[in-house]
């Protein structure tokens, strides 16, 4: 991804407007005092969403659906995708609180609790994550292929996986930790919500019910889930604030481990190129119906910001 | 509900040991870090649930299964009412945030930030949250019957319901509000959970589906949790901090507007037992199967806390 809107736009485009529709509903109550704080908080919603995201976990959804034989662009897909990136926002408002990471910046723009305040950003990041739920339950897919994603995504979500993650990162703060401990907190943190994305985007084709293709799309989640943690610990170390969108160099200011502290940035970018080699020889069984899961690897782990 | 633990017991021990039971999973990492770390964010979780509440809104759901033919202590019933049992409690962790109502006491106990610290106090919320939608979707019905739940748990719970209903309740502080006003912020912020807990019992029963039952069972839910929301006011305006278990006259003092602020204490007694009798009356073609239910309605438009 060397520049902002570089991968797949023919896919990203239609996620945007689609986003933008969900985040935008009637406000059916007809109480003026009701409607003037609701239509407030979604708009802080759509702040927190609609600010320039990568959509990594969108388009890998999408990528994985067409992997499997789905239409990428049909509106379930379309949902699902839309599902993964309010999930994913949910989990960057809360991160952004004073409590948490403390952050004032988020892809140049304020975050959500300065733009509004840190009341109406819990609240968004509650909202943002029920709504993601709520897209998969309602995406149109038949029940018994649904219910399976609602359970991917749950499991990807909560204590035994992104919430469960963040807990560790905030638990190890200052301390020293193995290469393993520091692998197997990205693996619930962010890994989680990678590999929910492609196992989501796998129910939604007709043959990721194939038990061979759906351990080859997990197993290409889960190794560039790594490799695109590698390479951001790369470039949080490496760039300035600007480049980045967020605040630069937080990590090593807060005592935080990350892949540079533990490897030096050289191993680290070599660690980074054998996981891409690694992701993509667990593509080898598909053709080209999955060259853009192979599009997005490739700009993940090139990336500048 | 005179007395703590004293309404339907024979359904509230189950129902307790159950929440025990999921809140105290196997860590399966085997990494020390993580695992010291998770087994925190866990005991955080259950010190947000298993605090001694009421559970109301598990209690219904039973209820409203019972009255619709399914077993209420069956494990798909109970699984289903610790579902509402964590969401509610999610909402309590956050709202008791310092950038929400700033409460240190809740049910006696200190809240879940003084206990642990706030950035543990938000992860509970958010994994707690989670939990209960990867509840209702393991919690064993047929694909067809438990995606309703999950799409009725969510509407109820994000900004279409109980996140919405807390940002008109932030942002009505030192406000004045017509009636219809009120009840339409407390029918998003308390009302919708409760509706949810008895339409995804209904959805259990298998006579859940005949239309006139969901739809007596959905008007008892509606009617039920205005007079809860009623009974609310009056007791916060009344009652002392020692009874309470939470700290009293909070709305008052924070400038909210209550029913008591805009009725008054007698027309607010008079109204939650009009409330009272009309939710009765929408039972009224249910026989001794509802009773669960009128048992309910009557402990909670008669408690003192």
Chains 1, 2 share one sequence.
Not at 1 to 16: D, F, I, K
Request: glycine share 10%.
């Amino acid at each position: 991804m060397t520049q902002e809107g570089g991968l797949l736009p023919q896919w990203r485009a239609p996620l945007e407007s689609r986003l933008l529709l969900l985040l935008s509903p009637e406000i059916s109550t007809r109480c003026e005092a009701s409607k003037l704080h609701l239509s407030r908080l979604w708009a802080a919603m759509r702040h927190g969403v609609l600010n320039g995201g990568k959509r990594v976990r969108g388009l890998l959804l999408m990528g994985a659906a067409r992997a499997t034989g789905a239409d990428p662009l049909s509106q379930t897909s379309l949902d699902l995708a839309c599902a993964l990136e309010c999930v994913h926002a949910f989990s960057l408002v809360h991160d952004d609180l004073p409590c948490m990471d403390d952050d004032a910046l988020r892809r140049g723009q304020p975050t959500v609790h300065v733009a509004f305040d840190e009341a109406t950003a819990l609240l968004v990041g509650d909202a943002l994550q029920t709504l993601g739920f709520e897209l998969v339950t309602s995406c149109g897919a038949p029940p018994e292929r649904c219910l399976p994603m609602v359970r991917s995504l749950a499991q990807a979500t909560g204590a035994t996986g992104m919430a469960g993650g963040q807990a560790v990162d905030i638990g190890v703060v200052g301390q020293t930790m193995t290469q393993a401990e520091l692998e197997d907190m990205h693996r619930l943190k962010t890994g989680a919500l990678i590999r929910a994305a492609v196992q989501i985007g796998a129910l939604a084709g007709p043959h990721g019910s194939d038990s061979q293709a759906f351990g080859a799309l997990t197993r290409f989640a889960e190794l560039l889930g790594l490799a695109f943690q590698v390479v951001d610990d790369i470039l949080d170390a490496q760039s300035d604030t600007q480049t980045l969108g967020k605040t630069a160099g937080k990590d090593r200011e807060n005592g935080k481990p990350t892949f540079i502290s533990l490897l030096g940035p050289v191993a680290s970018r070599d660690y980074a190129a054998q996981l891409h080699v690694q992701a993509l020889a667990a593509l080898e069984t598909f053709g080209a119906e999955a060259d853009p899961l192979r599009e997005i690897a490739h700009a993940l782990t090139r990336r500048a910001h």
